[in-house]
């Protein structure tokens, strides 16, 4: 029937391949519309079905989701520091599973909680009430500020090494058309 095909075309493409654009449309790259057409998939569902797979933890590869589909176990200070690392990055969700090894449900979760209550919304109040360890220390917060800006600062930096490649390509671009149009006067 209709399952067993659908089963079948999903089965066609490589996992590498289910992976790369599950992956672009969470980071918001692109809209499932879009990447049917770049990846000649024929329909929208298939993509829709790949990413529901992927957020709750099923295996869509081999390898690379497995290893961080339940996360693991966090403090606070940890929420906080991988968020600010995720904004810091403009919302980097899948290289941020990578370097902490989380999970992206816990990097989504943790991500929209913190814009919406700040650091206090990351406590984790499963089983008791809200208790006075509860609150991070005036050294915990300027380590997460020092982190913060570290991180911002390093992505900014790449950013700018990137700007200036492309830049220079094109003032070299721009420098190549000039020569050609001079030397055919």
Known sequence: GIDGLRHRLMGKYPSELKLKIVL???EGHS???????????????????????YTSGKQLTTRS?????????TTQLERVE??????ANDMDYSRAMNKYNVS????????????Q???????????????????LTDNEKRDLEVKRLKARIEHL??????LKKLQELERLDATHHTSTKQSKL
Do not use: M
């Open 117 to 135: 209550g700040g650091p206090e919304a990351l406590v984790d109040r499963r089983g008791k009430g809200k208790t006075v360890h509860d609150q």
């Open 24 to 26: 672009e449309c969470l």
């Open 104 to 115: 992206y449900g816990q990097v989504y979760s943790w991500t929209r909680k913190f814009k």
């Open 31 to 53: 809209s499932y519309p879009r990447l049917c057409d770049k990846y000649n998939i024929p329909n929208v569902s298939t993509i829709y079905q790949w990413v529901h797979q």
């Open 82 to 87: 991988i968020v600010q690392w995720i904004i």
């Open 157 to 162: 930096s790449t950013e700018n090494a990137v």
């Open 65 to 73: 989701v497995k290893q961080v589909k339940d996360g693991r176990k």
